[in-house]
């Protein structure tokens, strides 16, 4: 059972790792690729979270469709649940991962926090 770290990470963490088939990514936030705080609503930043998990999957050799878990954390649950699970449901189309959505103060001043679980050659 191997262990894939990526090569780069601005964050005392991996953005992933991998065992055997699993791949574990760390909670993405919505920075673009210059590192700033995407502004706009939730749905814009959701987009951008996922924007990011995809980068990680992708360097990881995994997709959205290799996704079997996710935990979002939302800073307001009340107020952003339903902003942002259109655009997550938009974005991971008929392949929807189990799910957990908690509130949370989050560490960044943004709107959500997106953690996943991918396998892939199964």
């Known amino acids: 059972m191997g262990t894939d770290v990526p090569s780069t990470?601005?964050?005392p963490l991996s953005a992933y790792l991998r065992r055997?088939?699993?791949?574990?990514v760390s909670g993405q936030v919505p920075f673009d690729?210059?590192?700033?705080?995407?502004?706009?609503?939730?749905?814009d930043q959701t987009d951008q979270v996922i924007d990011n998990l995809e980068r990680v999957l992708h360097e990881a050799g995994a997709s959205l469709a290799d996704v079997v878990k996710t935990t979002v954390y939302l800073s307001d649950v009340k107020r952003d649940f339903a902003g942002m699970n259109e655009a997550y449901a938009r974005r991971f189309g008929a392949n929807l991962p189990t799910r957990s959505t908690v509130g949370a103060e989050l560490a960044i001043d943004a709107l959500i926090e997106v953690e996943a679980i991918a396998v892939v050659g199964s």
């Open 20 to 24: 055997g088939n699993h791949i574990y």
């Open 33 to 43: 690729t210059e590192g700033r705080l995407v502004g706009g609503d939730i749905a």
């Open 9 to 11: 990470n601005r964050a």
